[in-house]
């Protein structure tokens, strides 16, 4: 059974940082690029970013592009979101996904496994 537990979220001020960890269970992780997406209040939920299978390549939505970084330790079992300069904006329910591509990839529907979500919230 695939588990994807994502922690570190939490109420920070504007312009603060926050890490945000994903611990993955049940796969074969160094096979899966994986992905960050979020659900802001009363939102779609949209992508933020994604690794491929061995962390040579990463994609960023443009509203976080200089700000958010995502990186994985494949030995760990883990993928990672640096956030940086958090704005208002920034508050949402941010979710970790595992796709069976290797690559980067960005549409929602191309990531079969999700965790339950992290509530970040970013205060003005």
């Known amino acids: 059974q695939v588990q994807l537990v994502e922690s570190g979220g939490g109420l920070v001020q504007a312009g603060g940082s926050l890490r945000l960890s994903c611990a993955a269970s049940?796969?074969?992780?160094?096979?899966?690029?994986m992905g960050w997406f979020r659900q802001g209040p009363g939102k779609e939920r949209e992508f933020v970013a994604s690794?491929?299978?061995?962390?040579?390549?990463?994609y960023y939505a443009d509203s976080v592009k200089g700000r958010f970084t995502i990186s994985r330790d494949n030995a760990k079992n883990s993928v990672y979101l640096q956030m940086n300069s958090l704005k208002s904006e920034d508050t949402a329910v941010y979710y970790c996904?595992?796709?069976?591509?290797?690559?980067?990839?960005?549409?929602?529907?191309?990531?079969?496994?999700w965790g339950q979500g992290t509530q970040v919230t970013v205060s003005s």
């Open positions: 996904a595992a796709t069976d591509w290797v690559v980067v990839t960005i549409p929602e529907h191309e990531y079969r496994y």
């Open positions: 049940g796969l074969t992780f160094s096979k899966h690029a």
């Open positions: 690794v491929s299978w061995n962390g040579a390549s990463t």
